[in-house]
Nanobody, 121 residues
Framework: VQLQAYGGGLVQPGGSLRLSCAAS????????MGWYRQAPGKQRELVAA???????GFADSVKGRFTISRDNAKNTVYLQMNSLKPEDTAVYCC????????????????WGKGTLVTVSS
């Protein structure tokens, strides 16, 4: 499974961005899809994840601001980011756990290249 994230860029604090993660194969049978980020000098962390059944999980820092969705027909997972803050600045990448049910970074089988999100005035 090859994954590619799109949609990063420069946005002002309080603004919005939508990231897309396109998969090279069908994601219908992939149990968990997730978004992760890594800021300079920090470890990679979960942002949001979604299972094939539609269950979701979010980092506490983004709850109420970010949403995650998946479109199996388009083999794409989306991350809608609202009310962005400077501390959301990071490289965002998507990942997949084909058969498992966990979504920590250590549980993901496939990783895509990231897209840079910069929140600054």
């Amino acid at each position: 499974v090859q994954l590619q994230a799109y949609g990063g860029g420069l946005v002002q604090p309080g603004g919005s961005l939508r990231l897309s993660c396109a998969a090279s194969t069908s994601i219908f049978s992939i149990n968990v899809m997730g978004w992760y980020r890594q800021a300079p000098g920090k470890q990679r962390e979960l942002v949001a994840a979604i299972t094939s059944g539609g269950s979701t999980g979010f980092a506490d820092s983004v709850k109420g601001r970010f949403t995650i969705s998946r479109d199996n027909a388009k083999n794409t997972v989306y991350l809608q980011m609202n009310s962005l803050k400077p501390e959301d600045t990071a490289v965002y990448c998507c990942a997949a756990n084909r058969y498992g049910s966990r979504w920590s970074p250590f549980d993901m089988d496939y990783w895509g290249k990231g897209t840079l999100v910069t929140v600054s005035s």
